[in-house]
Structure formats: structure tokens, C-alpha cells
């Protein structure tokens, strides 16, 4: 099993939809977790920090289910601009500095 | 606020040549760095991080080395390139928040493309 596992995708979701992934991690010890957004051909950015309580930002909702170990990220009223991979990354338990990197689940909003 | 920066943005590069990747962090002292490679359409893959001058953990054994010269400064290097050294080089610092843990903030990559 992978350390973190993410549906590829792509997901095709219209404009104004809302759209929700999932990603699993295999530590259960595994304390920081966190959503990234990368473009074609760019850097990843950091979309949110994922807590405990669960958190939003906007239009975006990260939420954190420890005892299933999971993680979420639910996008409301979907813009094409949203259109982007985003990467689930959760903390290496035994290293402070190191994280471990999901493949992507790529989303294309549709006009 | 703190930037960091990469170059050259693309590169390509014969086998067997040298490279030579530099990042540069402004507007934080003493951070932790890490470079990365991304394959096309996979994730991304540690190769090495640093957390003061001097001091490199390589995390894959490779052809690749990395040096730190000054605080700020982060370079990665190869003396003979192979084909499967093809992708994008991502150089990141990172940072400690309070409730998120290390947070890691990338600079605009280079993409390497070795024939």
C-alpha cells in the first residue's frame, strides 16, 4: 500500500458544481497534512494546512478523519480556475522536516 | 515577505554533461531546504534537504549531489547526467507552523530535459 493514495482522476466537473476528493495515508501517527494545487507545467502551492477540527477557506473545505485516515477537500461553486492537480501530502512520522507527496488528483472544470 | 528562486527555468542538457541547479531564498534566515524531482504525471520525489550550511540528508542514492554553501543557498549538481535524470527540479524551504507543522513553499522550478 502507498503511503498516501490519491484517485488520479481526472475528475470533469461543470461550472458551479461542487466537487469533493478523498486521500488516504497508512500512518496513523501521521500529525500534519496539507492540500497543494499545481498547475500544468508549475510549482505546487499550498491551498491549506489541514487540522484536526477540519478548516475552510472560502470556497474550500479540508476536513481530517484520523480513525479512518483520510483526508478531504470539498470545492464549492467550482470556477475554471479551480481547474488544476491537486496534492494530498502528509508528514514522514519519522523525519520533522520530511513529507510524502501523493501522486495528484487532476480536476478540469467544464464551461 | 519571503521569495525563492530558481534557475534556469528549462534546460536541456547532453548525456554524460554537468549540471548545475541554484535556488535562492530571500527574506528568511537559516531555513530548511529541500530539492525535489517531479517525473511527468507523478508525484514528487525527495532527493535531498538541508537544514543548516553544510548539512545535506540525501534521501535516494543517484548520481545527484547537493551542496549548501551559505544559509540561503541551495545547489544541486550532477557530474554526469543520465536520461532518467529528465524532469522537473523543484527547490522548497520550509517553515514551522504552529497547529500545521513544517510547511514547505516551492520556487518556480527548473525542467531538465536530458538527450
Known amino acids: 500500500r502507498k503511503e498516501v493514495e490519491q484517485d488520479p482522476g481526472p475528475f470533469n466537473v461543470p461550472e458551479g458544481a461542487t466537487v469533493a476528493f478523498n486521500c488516504t495515508y497508512s500512518n496513523s501517527a501521521s500529525q500534519s497534512f496539507f492540500w497543494y494545487r499545481q498547475d500544468c507545467r508549475k510549482e505546487p502551492k499550498l491551498l491549506m494546512s489541514?487540522?484536526?477540527?477540519?478548516n475552510e477557506d472560502g470556497r474550500f473545505t479540508a476536513q481530517l478523519n484520523r480513525a479512518s485516515q483520510y483526508i478531504s477537500l470539498l470545492i464549492r461553486d467550482s470556477k475554471l480556475s479551480d481547474s488544476a492537480t491537486y496534492l494530498c501530502v502528509v508528514n514522514r512520522v519519522d523525519s520533522n522536516y520530511q513529507l510524502i507527496w501523493g501522486a495528484g488528483t487532476k480536476l478540469i472544470i467544464k464551461p | 515577505s519571503q521569495t525563492i528562486h530558481q534557475w534556469p527555468a528549462t534546460l536541456v542538457q547532453p548525456v554524460g554533461s554537468p549540471l548545475s541547479l541554484e535556488c535562492t531564498v530571500e527574506?528568511?534566515?537559516?531555513?530548511?531546504l529541500y530539492w525535489y524531482r517531479q517525473a511527468a504525471g507523478r508525484g514528487l520525489q525527495l532527493l535531498f534537504y538541508?537544514?543548516?550550511?553544510?548539512?545535506i540528508s540525501s534521501e535516494v542514492p543517484q548520481n545527484l549531489s547537493a551542496s549548501r554553501p551559505q544559509d540561503r543557498q541551495f545547489i544541486l549538481s550532477s557530474k554526469k547526467l543520465l536520461l532518467s535524470d529528465s524532469g522537473f527540479y523543484l527547490c522548497?524551504?520550509?517553515?514551522?507552523?504552529?497547529?500545521?507543522?513544517?510547511?514547505?513553499?516551492f520556487g518556480p522550478g527548473t525542467r531538465l530535459l536530458v538527450l
Open positions: 538541508s537544514v543548516g550550511i553544510g548539512q
Open positions: 527574506g528568511t534566515s537559516n531555513p530548511n
Open positions: 489541514v487540522y484536526s477540527s477540519g
Open positions: 522548497a524551504w520550509s517553515v514551522w507552523r504552529q497547529g500545521a507543522g513544517e510547511t514547505q513553499y
